[in-house]
């Protein structure tokens, strides 16, 4: 689903779309999955779902602070489609295509064209892994890596098994929480078959995501065997900025086999100055959580700052941790 006002109305809500809402539309593009669609209520304007993906006309207020790039991936870049900041992992572009545009993705204005299209535009990345002992995980981001097809992923995968000082390869993806049916039998035979060990990070921001289609593909995920399976999920101003919503989010995650890992304080990115939530409510509700859920269950609240060596943890005790 494409079409702003098309949303609206299978919603059963007026289709109207002001023009400041077409003109955000017109910069980045409303995307929906409709099975991410059937899982939005109907007649809820307020919709914790449809929030995340609607265009609105507050898009084109600027902002102070938020900009084109909020955490400094042009900096980081190493080779075509390679970005690195921390040690020991690095960051692959593998492609600038999601199944869903989030409205408040930190990369909605990042310049993908330049990043690798043919197989043998990875090859100076590869090199550059393969040159350096000290990098033992490989992050296969995006855009969402899981829309590349099983083949081409399976390529990019063998190509990273046989660089000999390579231990994970980690999927930073959206597809199995708005897209369910990507994850096929072929997908978890590739990462269950692999001398690499898997770790696959969704992302999901509230409880009502996890269910029906979705919440099958999790535990498929989950229960396939040597996959380790985390979410992050980012803290999104009428999303899930209530202890409530976090609490569920973290219960419905654990029922399903994943960890929650990361709650991310949002970054700065122009377009996205509504969904800001303050870091002190921040504090409030991760403060709020750890009284009523076991500590795995309480993802680290984090920011990324450009230039530090690891994100930033926010919560006083993890930060002295
Ligand atoms: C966020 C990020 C990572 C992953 O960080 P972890 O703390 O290991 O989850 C790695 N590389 C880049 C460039 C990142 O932005
Ligand atoms: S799935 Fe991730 S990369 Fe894609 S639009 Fe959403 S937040 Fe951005």
Redesign the pocket.
């Given at each position: 689903m494409r079409d702003s006002s098309r949303l609206l109305k299978l919603l059963g809500l007026p289709g109207s779309v002001s023009a400041g809402a077409q003109a955000a539309a017109a910069e980045f593009p409303v995307l929906v999955p409709h099975s991410f669609l059937f899982r939005m209520r109907r007649g809820d304007p307020d919709d914790p779902l449809l929030r995340q993906v609607l265009a609105l006309e507050e898009e084109q207020l600027e902002s102070a602070g938020f900009g084109d790039d909020p955490?400094g991936?042009d900096l980081?870049r190493q080779a075509p489609g390679m970005?690195?900041?921390?040690r020991g992992?690095?960051?692959l572009i593998t492609t600038g295509a999601c199944a869903v545009h989030c409205r408040y993705c930190f990369r909605r204005h990042f310049p993908y064209s330049e990043a690798p299209h043919r197989p043998a535009d990875w090859q100076p990345a590869l090199d550059r892994i393969a040159a350096d002992p000290t990098i033992q995980?490989v992050?296969l981001?995006g855009g969402d890596p899981l829309v590349l097809a099983d083949d081409r992923l399976a390529a990019l995968w063998g190509r990273l098994e046989q660089i000999a000082h390579l231990r994970r390869v980690r999927l930073h993806t959206r597809l199995p929480i708005v897209l369910p049916a990507r994850v096929t039998s072929e997908l978890l035979s590739l990462l269950t078959t692999s001398r690499l060990q898997p770790v696959v990070?969704v992302h999901s921001n509230h409880a009502r995501e996890l269910v029906a289609d979705c919440a099958e593909a999790l535990l498929r995920l989950s229960r396939a065997g040597g996959i380790m399976v985390f979410n992050q999920a980012v803290l999104l101003q009428g999303v899930n900025d209530t202890v409530t919503a976090l609490e569920e989010l973290s219960e419905s995650l654990l029922r399903l086999g994943v960890i929650p890992?990361?709650l991310h304080q949002l970054d700065k990115v122009r377009g996205g100055a509504h969904f800001e939530v303050a870091v002190s409510r921040g504090l409030q509700l991760v403060e709020a959580l750890r009284g009523r859920l076991p500590g795995y269950a309480i993802p680290r609240y984090?920011q990324?700052v450009a230039g530090e060596s690891?994100?930033q943890p926010l919560f006083e005790s993890d930060r002295l941790s």
């Open positions: 955490v991936d980081a970005l690195q900041k921390y992992r690095v960051l995980e992050i981001s990070v890992y990361y984090v990324e690891s994100k």
